[in-house]
């Protein structure tokens, strides 16, 4: 069949144009200002097969990751029209256990259907609509969402743990709708074992929202062009992104390119963790190999699979600079090989609470290390770490419990010929951080400093972004847990460039102050403080 390049442009712009408004549904009807201030979540549109074609400009560590997901939910539920799976099953394609999947298949209607909701557009032709007829799914849509506690140990399920049953609520590809109907028994079973079941019940019902917005829109454009034209423009955008790939691996130059990073320890050992990497690179194909990284650890920054090709679909990504569909296209032309048993594919059941934050982000550091070498124009290393913060316990104006869920912005590397941005979520983080007045107004907590923590990038021709500095005070006692990286491990400058200043997190009180361990949980008092200092971006070029 012959593409139309006009048709190819329209057909990118209306798939992504579902998945940003599934987000915007999601974000405007969350309950907790995790989702709903900080954007924690992503969306996404997949073919008949469960392919992805378009994502929203969301969460990379997501993005990259949810194709999984969905395929875990095609192989362990079978779909039918009125149907949504949830899941948050590391194991099964997630991520880490307070990231909660909503995978739904996207059926033609029937003509009652289609006569009450008083259609002017077209009907979709008899050939499209046996499709749904037959219970066969026209698209797959997703959902995820970082939920600001799932259970487990601590509040914010974001601890320190070493096997996963610490860490929440694992829950496997399930029916939360069922023939058009939630399925109480499930939604009653994931409140039972969670804090503040009803911000997660609300958060969970935003989720199926954005399910409903993303099927709406997708039947709109099979109405308008016919399921057969819709879905032929899906495939051919997955290819067009192949061929965007195949043609920056290209001109890349043959050959092996090797890099290692480390990050500082697993909150157990004071050991540094390995992460290795080895790019070859052959005609227009890459071989991503992760042999020799450190195996497992006892604690939480192990890695699922799902986040090992989430990290290398995001750094190839970042390579094409046109505008192309971010579809699973990215990944034809790359092979990525990831050792079970290893820190970046870890076996069940290690915790991973961290491999999604931490470890993720280290992986990046490391590709675009290896990259470096084949004359690529990448940046130095970013802060290379989230900062996950959480704090939980009972606020005493209400009597109720709170679980308060944060990831702090840094510095971002510098680039060749630009300076790194102060301040900002960089790589597979793309969250704003709470307002003061939403943290305030929602938690027992008062922001006391906030801004730029000046001189914490590092030096070069090009200067490495700031990082920040934030300080909040409890207003009630409260469980605090870090979850931190780049407090030992400096981020890289390249070609000269300096390293960008660790990071710390101090817990100030009347009589002292404590500098906390990179990965560490503790019980505050009313009227500690909490200070984050978070790294700075490292320098690129000799000043």
């Not at 079978?78 to 394609?93: E, F, K, Q, T």
């Not at 694992?170 to 911000?199: K, Q, T, W």
């Not at 990259?371 to 290379?384: F, N």
Request: hydrophobic residues 35%.
């Amino acid at each position: 069949m012959k593409v139309d390049p006009v048709k190819l442009e329209i057909f990118k712009s209306l798939y992504s144009s579902v998945a940003e408004e599934m987000g915007v549904s999601l974000r405007r009807s969350a309950f907790s200002p995790n989702i709903k201030e900080r954007r924690d979540y992503s969306c996404a549109v997949f073919n008949r097969d469960g392919i992805l074609i378009a994502q929203g400009d969301h969460m990379p560590v997501h993005l990259g990751s949810m194709p999984m997901s969905v395929r875990a939910a095609l192989e362990t539920v079978s779909l039918s029209r009125g149907d949504i799976v949830v899941l948050n099953d590391p194991y099964a394609g997630g991520t880490h256990l307070p990231d909660v999947t909503m995978v739904a298949g996207v059926f033609g209607e029937n003509p009652q259907e289609r006569r009450s909701r008083k259609r002017i557009a077209k009907r979709v032709r008899s050939s499209d609509t046996r499709h749904g007829q037959n219970n066969q799914a026209l698209f797959y849509v997703a959902n995820r969402a970082h939920h600001a506690d799932i259970g487990g140990a601590t509040p914010g399920s974001m601890g320190r743990a070493d096997e996963i049953y610490q860490e929440g609520l694992r829950i496997p590809p399930v029916r939360l709708m069922l023939d058009g109907r939630v399925n109480h028994d499930v939604m009653r079973l994931i409140s039972a074992n969670v804090r503040i079941p009803e911000e997660r019940e609300g958060d969970l019902t935003a989720q199926l929202g954005a399910i409903a917005t993303g099927q709406q829109r997708l039947l709109e454009i099979v109405d308008r062009y016919g399921f057969k034209e819709a879905d032929d423009y899906a495939s051919h955008l997955i290819n067009y992104t192949a061929e965007m790939m195949r043609r920056i691996i290209s001109d890349l130059p043959d050959g092996v390119y090797e890099a290692e990073d480390f990050l500082d320890n697993d909150g157990y050992s004071e050991d540094p963790v390995r992460i290795a990497v080895r790019i070859e690179i052959r005609g227009d194909h890459a071989d991503v190999d992760f042999t020799g990284s450190a195996p497992q650890v006892r604690g939480p920054i192990n890695a699922v699979e799902a986040i090992t090709v989430s990290a290398v679909y995001y750094v190839f990504r970042c390579l094409i600079p046109l505008n192309v569909p971010a579809s699973w296209g990215i990944l034809q032309p790359i092979n990525v090989t990831a050792p079970l048993g290893s820190v970046v594919n870890a076996r069940p059941p290690a915790a991973v609470a961290g491999g999604n934050v931490e470890t993720s982000q280290r992986i990046v550091d490391t590709v675009l290390l290896a990259l470096s070498k084949t004359g690529a124009l990448v940046p130095a290393a970013s802060q290379g770490t989230m900062n996950n913060l959480t704090i939980g316990g009972t606020d005493r104006r209400t009597g109720k419990q709170f679980a308060y869920y944060e990831t702090v912005a840094g510095g971002m590397g510098a680039r060749p010929g630009l300076d790194g941005i102060d301040g900002i979520h960089t790589h597979m983080t793309n969250s704003l951080n709470t307002p003061a007045e939403a943290m305030e107004y929602a938690y027992p907590m008062r922001v006391r400093h906030y801004g730029i923590r000046h001189g914490s990038g590092g030096g070069g021709q090009f200067r490495g972004g700031d990082g920040v500095v934030r300080e909040v005070e409890l207003l009630t006692d409260a469980r605090v847990t870090i979850l931190s990286d780049r407090r030992t491990v400096a981020p890289y400058g390249l070609q000269g460039g300096k390293s960008g200043a660790t990071g710390r997190t101090v817990l100030i009180n009347e009589t002292q102050e404590r500098v906390l361990a990179a990965k560490d949980s503790i019980d505050a008092k009313a009227g500690d403080r909490i200070r984050i200092e978070t790294p700075g971006g490292g320098g690129w070029g000799k000043k």
